[in-house]
């Protein structure tokens, strides 16, 4: 069972930074893709930022310039710099792999991140 562990949450004042860390319990190469994704309350969860085996990625048009992922294979790590800080950045955010053989999905359990004005 793979098992995806987020850290680096927490409080942070707008136009700051924080890394998020997502630690899976086996090798990231054999995911397709990984991700983060974010749910405000009153929200639906978006897609925030994608990393594909290939080493391409995608960002929400609203972090793009201000987060970026990269991925640590040697470490099954994937990571989420996110700097200039917005309060409408605040929410819950996962981590998320994808794999095609078999066709499966994996979700951390979540962490906060609150941007206060």
């Known amino acids: 069972q793979v098992q995806l562990v987020e850290s680096g949450g927490g409080l942070v004042q707008a136009g700051g930074s924080l890394r998020l860390s997502c630690a899976a319990s086996?090798?990231?190469?054999?995911?397709?893709?990984m991700g983060w994704y974010r749910q405000a309350i009153g929200r639906q969860r978006e897609l925030v930022a994608q990393i594909l085996r290939i080493g391409s990625s995608k960002y929400a048009d609203s972090v793009k310039g201000r987060f970026t992922i990269s991925r640590d294979n040697a470490k099954n790590t994937v990571y989420l710099q996110m700097n200039s800080l917005k309060p409408e950045d605040t929410a819950v955010y996962s981590c998320?792999?994808?794999?095609?053989?078999?066709?499966?999905?994996?979700w951390g359990q979540g962490t906060q991140i609150t941007v206060s004005s």
């Open positions: 086996g090798s990231i190469f054999s995911f397709s893709a």
């Open positions: 998320n792999a994808q794999s095609n053989i078999p066709v499966r999905e994996y």
